[in-house]
């Protein structure tokens, strides 16, 4: 209900980046829980349902690639090129960002998978000995900052191809980001998706990797 909610009041703003559902549900549920006393294990039980159609939702972003199928294989070399540029950029941007300015390394270790969906960063996050749980909420942050800031910076570096629009944002802000993708079109939203799951792929064997040449 809350989503449904956000979902309208993006698009009465004309779905403005700062009006994006996912943030305004978030802060809808939240308040909603904080005003009941709600506790979080009581509400993930009660959400067990949504929790469970997350992986038929990843599925399901099969079919908008096997419609888009012909580009999608025009563009397989460009593809493994920025995934490779991208993945190696989101990893060590954040890594070195984090150390640069003094954070403690359990929170540098833990931005490390931050692009990944959060079944990955999590599972990345054991692996490389940082905390799952802040991995998790780093992830979703990355999202919805991802998903708000995604098309007033491509639109600014001039940034027109749909399907490279797409790739950009799935790559840096995983599902959220590719859900706003698909608001914009579906060639941008397959791409988005593409590049979700390919840069989970190589995250998860990237960072540990780059952590040890770090350490």
């Known amino acids: 209900m809350a ?39 009581t509400y993930f039980a009660g959400a067990q349902f949504v929790h469970f159609l ?8 099969a079919v908008p690639l096997f419609r888009q199928w012909p580009l999608v294989r025009r563009s397989i070399l460009p593809m493994a090129v920025a995934l490779l540029v991208g993945g190696v950029v989101a990893i060590v941007s954040a890594v070195g960002l984090a150390l640069l300015l003094g954070l403690p390394e359990q929170i540098a270790l833990a931005l490390a998978p931050k692009s990944v ?69 579906e060639v941008a939203g397959t791409f988005a998706g593409i590049a979700m799951g390919l840069n989970g792929l190589i995250t998860a064997m990237l960072v540990p990797l780059l952590v040890l040449l770090l350490r």
């Open 117 to 185: 969906t959060a079944a990955i960063a999590m599972g990345v996050a054991d692996t490389i000995g940082a905390d799952p749980a802040l991995a998790a909420v780093l992830v979703i942050t990355t999202g919805i900052l991802g998903a708000i800031m995604a098309k007033p910076v491509l639109d600014l570096a001039g940034v027109r191809h749909r399907a490279a629009r797409g790739f950009a944002i799935g790559l840096s802000a995983h599902g959220i980001g590719t859900a706003r993708a698909f608001q914009d079109n």
């Open 54 to 61: 997350l992986g038929p939702a990843t599925v399901a972003l």
């Open 3 to 41: 989503y449904a909610i956000a979902e309208r009041a993006s698009h009465a703003l004309g779905r403005h980046p700062l009006a994006h559902p996912v943030p305004l549900a978030i802060a809808m549920v939240s308040a909603l829980l904080a005003a009941t006393g709600t506790s979080f294990p």
